[in-house]
C-alpha cells in the first residue's frame, strides 16, 4: 500500500497488537479464476517464525481455498478504526482556507504462502480456538463442547483449514502526523466529540501517536 514515512509502523509487536485488534480480516489470494477474497476471522501465533502465523479457515465449497492450496502468495488485510476529516476540525481553515477533506484510519497488510489442511483433529483445535477467542467475553461462553459430537464432525467435513506463515509486513496509521499540533489536536477533538463510535475510537487513538512525533 503507498505509506509515506510519516504514516508507517515498523515495530513488530505494534504490528502484532493491530492484527489482534481486528475481528475480521480480508483474505486476498489471485489464481486460475482471477482475484477473490473471503472475510475471515483469524488467529495469530506470535511465536510462529519471525513475524507470526495465522490461523483459520473457509467453507470448503469456497473455491478460494484452492488458491491457497497451489502456492499463490496471499494478502490479508486488517483494517482498524477509521474516520473521515473534515475541513472545519483544522483550526488553520479560518487562517488561509487551504485545506481539503482526507481519511485517517489504520492498517496492516500480511504476505505469505500458506499450507491447507483437512485433518479433522487440527481442524478442531482451530475452530475451538477461534470459538474460545470470540466467546469470552460472554456470561455464558459456548464451547464446541456444547454441539453433538456427530454434529460438529459433520462440519469439520464442510470447512478447510490453513496456516500462513507472514513473510513480509505492512503497518500504517494515517493520524494527521501530517498536520500541525494545532491542525492535530481540532481534528482530534473534533472526533472524540462526534456521536459516532468509530470517530470516537479513532480520536483514542491519536494521543498516543502524536506524543511520539
Known amino acids: 500500500m503507498y505509506n509515506p514515512k510519516a504514516f508507517a509502523v515498523e515495530d513488530l509487536l505494534q504490528l502484532q497488537q493491530m492484527m489482534v485488534d481486528c475481528r475480521l480480516a480480508v483474505l486476498i489470494t489471485h489464481g486460475e479464476h482471477g482475484l477473490q ?8 501465533d506470535t511465536q510462529q517464525g519471525p513475524n507470526g502465523s495465522l490461523y483459520g479457515h473457509m467453507a470448503r ?3 478460494q481455498w484452492r488458491d491457497l492450496q497451489a502456492g499463490a502468495e496471499a494478502l490479508v488485510i486488517f483494517a482498524g ?3 473521515y476529516v473534515s475541513p472545519d476540525l483544522y483550526p488553520s481553515k479560518a487562517e488561509h482556507g487551504k485545506v481539503v477533506p482526507t481519511w485517517n484510519y489504520q492498517a496492516v497488510h500480511a504476505y505469505g504462502t500458506a499450507e491447507v489442511f483437512n485433518d479433522p483433529e487440527r481442524l478442531r483445535n482451530l475452530v475451538g480456538a477461534l470459538t474460545d477467542r470470540h466467546e469470552s467475553g460472554r456470561a455464558l461462553p459456548w464451547s464446541i463442547d456444547d454441539a453433538p459430537a456427530e454434529y460438529i464432525d459433520s462440519m469439520l467435513r464442510a470447512i478447510v483449514g490453513f496456516a500462513l506463515p507472514i513473510q513480509r509486513l505492512e503497518g500504517k496509521r494515517k493520524l494527521s502526523q501530517n498536520r500541525s499540533p494545532v491542525d492535530a489536536a481540532g481534528v482530534r477533538n473534533g472526533l472524540a466529540a ?20
Open 37 to 44: 477474497a473471503s472475510h475471515l476471522p483469524l488467529l495469530l
Open 194 to 213: 462526534s456521536p459516532d463510535p468509530q470517530d470516537q475510537a479513532l480520536a483514542c487513538l491519536m494521543p498516543e501517536q502524536l506524543s511520539k512525533e
Open 61 to 63: 465449497a469456497n473455491p
Open 81 to 83: 478504526a477509521d474516520a
